[in-house]
């Protein structure tokens, strides 16, 4: 799936150039057979600045969840 303000070929969900956050929310109707996936993100445009924002509001939400 490619997040971006710019429509994009394929499996694409439009995002807002200012975004900082992206949320990821797995559902399941039976629990003792569904297991979650494993999420990867990858970065596939350069964005130094924005990159900068995320690296950090990700830094800060994996200290909270620590706590």
């Known amino acids: 799936m490619i997040l971006s303000p710019t429509r994009s070929d394929?499996?694409?969900l439009e995002s807002p150039a200012d975004a900082d956050l992206?949320?990821?929310r797995q559902i399941f109707s039976d629990w003792r057979k569904e297991r979650p996936?494993?999420?990867h993100i990858d970065r596939?445009?350069?964005c130094p600045v924005a990159?900068?924002?995320i690296?950090?509001?990700l830094?800060?939400?994996?200290c909270q969840a620590a706590t």
């Open 10 to 12: 394929g499996n694409w």
């Open 51 to 53: 990159c900068q924002s």
């Open 55 to 57: 690296g950090r509001s």
């Open 22 to 24: 992206v949320l990821v």
């Open 59 to 62: 830094r800060w939400q994996s």
């Open 44 to 46: 596939i445009v350069r």
């Open 37 to 39: 996936d494993d999420i």
